[in-house]
């Protein structure tokens, strides 16, 4: 993937090549953790592609040895020394920052944490906002807003007591214990491992996969998925049912049909 829709000094950069979107964060040097530029960036990015019918994949990684390791310490310190911001401008902006973790889940597009190192506060709510995570093997996790007198942010707490339960989801914020991919992997928290000189080869596998279906199942599926976390059976059988009965009626499904029968793989339009 190399197409370039942004200049590399930027704290993010975006890639757009057959469906998929590449989201890097880009502060290598910090182990991309997160400035206030990062984020603005991150929000309007993560909502374009969010958007776009275009895209049917979005996977966010980060450059150098690290995913994300959560908000940038020096700028708190630094920040402590500038004129105090009330308590609500800093609630807005916060919650302006953490939308990332809404768009992910909310667009129609499978999105992948690609886990390529470091991985801890914030950015491991980034990671479990995202459909899959697939880790290098040279990842890291860890919760780590404990140690920095911190609760927590990007619906990181909501996020991992439904992705590895109640009891593991404290275990990791309240001890702040480190995890190895092979844990996070026995845990479900990730769902494939993979040594750093396959890394980019695995990641780009499933999402070229994933790119390759039919986009209106995909996104049928995502959102049965989400209502199953919060509606009752009976409310989420009825709205599967409509969502089935739409994907039933599409080009797509005849597509499909017509591959199978003849035996080869089928080119899905999304209409």
């Not at 019918?53 to 996977?59: F, G, K, L, S, T």
């Not at 695995?202 to 279906?213: C, E, F, P, T, Y």
């Amino acid at each position: 993937m190399t197409v370039r829709d942004h200049q590399s000094d930027r704290p993010v950069l975006l890639a757009r090549a057959d469906g998929v979107a590449r989201l890097t964060l880009n502060r290598a040097d910090r182990l991309n953790a997160m400035s206030d530029p990062m984020l603005d960036l991150l929000v309007d990015l993560v909502a374009d592609v969010a958007a776009d019918p275009d895209i049917r994949v979005i996977v966010l990684t980060g450059a150098g040895r690290g995913f994300c390791v959560g908000g940038d310490l020096d700028a708190f310190s630094a920040a402590a020394d500038d004129e105090p911001v009330s308590r609500g401008a800093a609630i807005e902006k916060l919650h302006r920052h953490m939308r990332v973790s809404e768009l992910l889940r909310a667009s129609h597009a499978v999105s992948i944490a690609a886990v390529n190192g470091a991985c801890a506060g914030a950015g491991l709510s980034l990671a479990a906002a995202c459909d899959l995570r697939i880790s290098s093997s040279a990842a890291v996790f860890r919760s780590a807003f404990v140690d920095a007198a911190l609760s927590g942010d990007f619906g990181g707490t909501w996020l991992l007591t439904r992705l590895i339960g109640e009891s593991r989801a404290k275990q990791l914020a309240f001890l702040n214990q480190k995890i190895d991919p092979a844990t996070a992997l026995e845990w479900g928290l990730v769902s494939a491992v993979h040594a750093p000189e396959d890394f980019e080869r695995g990641v780009d596998a499933v999402a070229s996969a994933l790119a390759r279906k039919a986009p209106r199942a995909l996104a049928g599926l995502k959102h049965n998925f989400s209502d199953a976390a919060n509606l009752t059976f009976a409310e989420a059988s009825a709205i599967e049912a409509r969502r089935h009965v739409d994907c039933s009626r599409t080009n797509d499904l005849v597509e499909a049909a017509n591959a199978f029968l003849e035996r080869r793989a089928p080119r899905f339009t999304g209409t």
